[in-house]
């Protein structure tokens, strides 16, 4: 059984940061690769930033510039900071790793994620 717990979230005022973690805890049977979501009110979940275990690193390419992901891979966290805020960066952010492709099955766990309030 494999658990995903972020934390860091919270409210901060326009122009702020933020620092998410990640923390993988439990049977992870192989390496995996690292994404961040987030999923504001009524709106699409919305892919923010992912860490492969390779080093690959993908930003959304409206957030790129105001965020930074990477990972510890000895401590099973993933962290995305983030900076210059804006209110429509409300949402709850969530995690989830994904089976890399050199593992024999596949799987993804996800995070029930942390709230972040931007105002």
């Known amino acids: 059984h494999v658990q995903l717990v972020e934390s860091g979230g919270g409210s901060v005022k326009a122009g702020g940061s933020l620092r998410l973690s990640c923390r993988a805890s439990g049977d992870i049977e192989c390496t995996y690769d690292l994404r961040w979501f987030r999923q504001a009110p009524g709106k699409e979940p919305e892919f923010v930033a992912a860490?492969?275990?390779?080093?690959?690193?993908d930003y959304a390419p409206s957030l790129k510039g105001r965020l930074a992901v990477s990972r510890d891979n000895a401590l099973n966290t993933g962290y995305l900071q983030m900076g210059s805020l804006k209110p429509e960066d409300t949402a709850i952010y969530y995690c989830?790793?994904?089976?890399?492709?050199?593992?024999?099955?596949?799987?993804?766990?996800r995070g029930p994620g942390t709230q972040v309030t931007v105002s």
């Open positions: 860490a492969g275990y390779d080093g690959f690193i």
């Open positions: 989830d790793i994904i089976s890399h492709g050199a593992c024999t099955s596949s799987w993804t766990y």
